[in-house]
């Protein structure tokens, strides 16, 4: 969703020059990517924000890498982006002013599992899904579970504060995050938060870098908190003959007290999408809630919900997968959403929009009212037990770009006076720095980027991001 490319600083070719030459010298020249062919994969993310070839990737194995590229950086006045998995839905990881990548996907150890201490210390690089299998083998439990676990890392969920399905009960990657290892502009070290479960020193700056979108400092380390591995997991689909049916049963499982670890909905073209990827859903079905619930008392929870959810009007069904193998085969249908929605046209975008839960039925019909004015092909599936949307905008002629941006517009407009926010867990990015007034002050904006240039005065740190850079507070 770019309205408008973000007006940056592009560094002069003797300064990028200056830079590749001192790179190089540091790090030698097989961690110094300079050809365009070997730069370009580097340009871009999974959005449709276009940036610059970056002049020089670092392929970073160590900290020290780290620090060289960002010390080299800052003395050449070069800009630099950091990058892990290259997942990111908003352009974070996309070079828009050109200058250096800082590939940190190699730094992948995960140097300690403590299982005394529940905690695990991990490079930023580590896949999301390998620490899955790593700390559940030694029967621990890390939660943040987004559906790009295959091939998003945790340095990049860090930057996001990415969440995921299980976010319902456990939270988001921050309330995960006990301490972190950072490298700031010029190469400066600092390590912030703890490694005990308690701690109040000084200001959280741990939170702060948290979700910072790469553009405070680039994290070399995380040390993460875990807990036992839940004993019992149930799965379970509820069938609606509609999503308003099935958007008001999420709140009369709140209501009724159950806590599952996952609810998640999906809206008739959504179940359209997964029915044409080969799966068998119920052709009466125009919704879809997949509900998991965990701990000792899994199954009576799932009983319970099951009771709620058939006693609703518009549910027709309550189908509860048996074995472990019937759950996979339902997760794995969740998590080619992504994949099975995008075969419906040639352009698919995906927002992450959050309404307050009681508020979704009136998302969905506000949406409706704008795919109506806008002419704009729509569908919603998402995180619903937390209120976090993803709206997907779908054309396939690049003339109806201006109505997609129209639309766009009023879902963030809508999202706002709903009492929501723009993004649940994909960040602002390139994509929504120019709504990012419309539901924060100018003073907010403000304070945000004086922090900003405590960290990074010169701005080197993935200009661009975030913040509007037009300086103007545009309505649209
Ligand atoms: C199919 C699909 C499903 C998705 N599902 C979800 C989901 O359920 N939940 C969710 O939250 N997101 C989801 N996403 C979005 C994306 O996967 C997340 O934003 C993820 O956290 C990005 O991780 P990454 O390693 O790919 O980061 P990248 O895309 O490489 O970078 C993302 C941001 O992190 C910064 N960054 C990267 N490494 C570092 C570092 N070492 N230090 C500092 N900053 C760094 C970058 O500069 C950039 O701003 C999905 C994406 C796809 C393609």
């Given at each position: 969703?770019?309205?408008?490319?973000?007006?940056?600083?592009?560094?002069?070719?003797?300064?990028?020059?200056?830079?590749?030459?001192?790179?190089?010298?540091?790090?030698?020249?097989?961690?110094?990517?300079?050809?365009?062919?070997?730069?370009?994969?580097?340009?871009?993310?999974?959005?449709?924000?276009?940036?610059?070839?970056?002049?020089?990737?670092?392929?970073?194995?160590?900290?020290?890498?780290?620090?060289?590229?960002?010390?080299?950086?800052?003395?050449?006045?070069?800009?630099?982006?950091?990058?892990?998995?290259?997942?990111?839905?908003?352009?974070?990881?996309?070079?828009?002013?050109?200058?250096i990548?800082?590939?940190?996907?190699a730094?992948?150890?995960?140097?300690?599992?403590?299982?005394?201490?529940?905690i695990?210390?991990?490079?930023?690089?580590?896949?999301?899904?390998?620490?899955h299998?790593?700390?559940?083998?030694?029967?621990?439990?890390?939660?943040?579970?987004?559906?790009?676990?295959?091939?998003?890392?945790?340095?990049?969920?860090?930057?996001?504060?990415?969440?995921?399905?299980?976010?319902?009960?456990?939270?988001?990657?921050?309330?995960?995050?006990?301490g972190?290892?950072?490298?700031?502009?010029?190469?400066?070290?600092?390590?912030?938060?703890?490694?005990?479960?308690?701690?109040?020193?000084?200001?959280?700056?741990?939170?702060?870098?948290?979700?910072?979108?790469?553009?405070?400092?680039?994290?070399?380390?995380?040390?993460?908190?875990?807990?036992?591995?839940?004993?019992?997991?149930?799965?379970?689909?509820a069938?609606?003959?509609?999503?308003?049916?099935?958007?008001?049963?999420?709140?009369?499982i709140?209501?009724?007290?159950?806590?599952?670890?996952?609810?998640e909905?999906?809206?008739?073209?959504?179940?359209?999408?997964?029915?044409?990827?080969?799966?068998?859903?119920?052709?009466?079905?125009?919704?879809?809630?997949l509900?998991?619930?965990?701990?000792?008392?899994?199954?009576?929870?799932?009983?319970?919900?099951?009771?709620?959810?058939?006693?609703?009007?518009?549910?027709?069904?309550?189908v509860?997968?048996?074995?472990?193998?019937?759950?996979?085969?339902?997760?794995?249908?969740?998590?080619?959403?992504?994949?099975?929605?995008?075969?419906?046209?040639?352009?698919?975008?995906?927002?992450?929009?959050?309404?307050?839960?009681?508020?979704?039925?009136?998302?969905?019909a506000?949406?409706d009212?704008?795919?109506?004015?806008?002419?704009?092909?729509?569908?919603t599936?998402?995180?619903?037990g937390?209120?976090?949307?993803?709206?997907?905008?779908?054309?396939?002629?690049?003339?109806?770009?201006?109505?997609?941006?129209?639309?766009?517009?009023?879902?963030?407009?809508?999202?706002?006076?709903?009492?929501?926010?723009?993004?649940?867990?994909?960040?602002?990015?390139?994509?929504?720095?120019?709504?990012?007034?419309?539901?924060?002050s100018?003073?907010?904006?403000?304070?945000?980027?004086?922090?900003?240039?405590?960290?990074?005065?010169?701005?080197?740190?993935?200009?661009?991001?975030?913040?509007?850079?037009?300086?103007?507070?545009?309505?649209?």
């Open positions: 969703m770019l309205l408008e490319a973000p007006i940056v600083r592009i560094p002069g070719r003797a300064a990028v020059d200056r830079a590749k030459i001192e790179l190089e010298r540091r790090l030698g020249p097989s961690k110094v990517l300079t050809s365009a062919d070997a730069c370009g994969p580097y340009a871009s993310d999974d959005s449709d924000v276009g940036g610059r070839p970056p002049d020089a990737v670092v392929l970073a194995t160590s900290a020290a890498d780290v620090t060289v590229a960002l010390e080299v950086a800052e003395a050449c006045e070069v800009p630099v982006t950091p990058r892990a998995g290259g997942t990111g839905r908003t352009g974070g990881a996309v070079p828009v002013a050109g200058g990548v800082l590939a940190t996907h730094l992948a150890r995960i140097k300690d599992i403590d299982r005394a201490n529940l695990a210390v991990v490079e930023p690089g580590v896949i999301t899904g390998a620490l299998d790593a700390v559940e083998r030694e029967g621990l439990f890390y939660a943040p579970d987004p559906n790009s676990l295959e091939s998003c890392c945790i340095g990049g969920n860090l930057a996001e504060n990415a969440g995921g399905p299980r976010a319902f009960k456990y939270g988001v990657t921050r309330d995960w995050v006990l972190l290892e950072a490298c700031l502009m010029g190469g400066r070290k600092v390590r912030t938060g703890k490694r005990t479960v308690k701690g109040v020193t000084g200001y959280d700056v741990t939170a702060l870098l948290v979700g910072s979108e790469g553009t405070l400092g680039v994290f070399t380390e995380a040390t993460l908190r875990l807990v036992p591995r839940p004993p019992t997991v149930a799965t379970a689909l069938l609606f003959t509609d999503v308003r049916a099935a958007a008001e049963t999420v709140g009369a709140v209501t009724a007290g159950i806590v599952p670890r996952c609810l909905m999906l809206d008739a073209a959504t179940l359209d999408a997964v029915r044409a990827a080969g799966v068998a859903v119920d052709l009466r079905a125009g919704a879809m809630l509900v998991e619930v965990d701990g000792d008392a899994a199954e009576s929870a799932l009983e319970r919900l099951g009771e709620v959810a058939s006693q609703r009007a518009g549910c027709i069904d309550v509860v997968a048996q074995d472990a193998g019937q759950r996979d085969r339902l997760w794995a249908a969740r998590r080619m959403l992504s994949k099975a929605t995008r075969k419906l046209a040639r352009h698919k975008l995906s927002e992450d929009i959050v309404v307050p839960r009681t508020r979704i039925v009136d998302l969905l506000r949406m009212a704008i795919g109506e004015s806008t002419g704009v092909r729509h569908l599936y998402g995180h619903a937390d209120g976090n949307l993803h709206v997907n905008f779908l054309w396939n002629d690049d003339s109806e770009r201006p109505a997609v941006d129209r639309a766009i517009g009023l879902l963030m407009h809508a999202t706002v006076e709903l009492g929501g926010t723009l993004s649940g867990e994909h960040g602002i990015g390139v994509s929504k720095a120019s709504y990012l007034h419309l539901e924060q100018a003073e907010l904006i403000a304070l945000q980027r004086d922090i900003k240039r405590a960290f990074d005065p010169k701005d080197l740190l993935n200009p661009g991001k975030i913040f509007p850079t037009d300086g103007a507070h545009r309505a649209c």
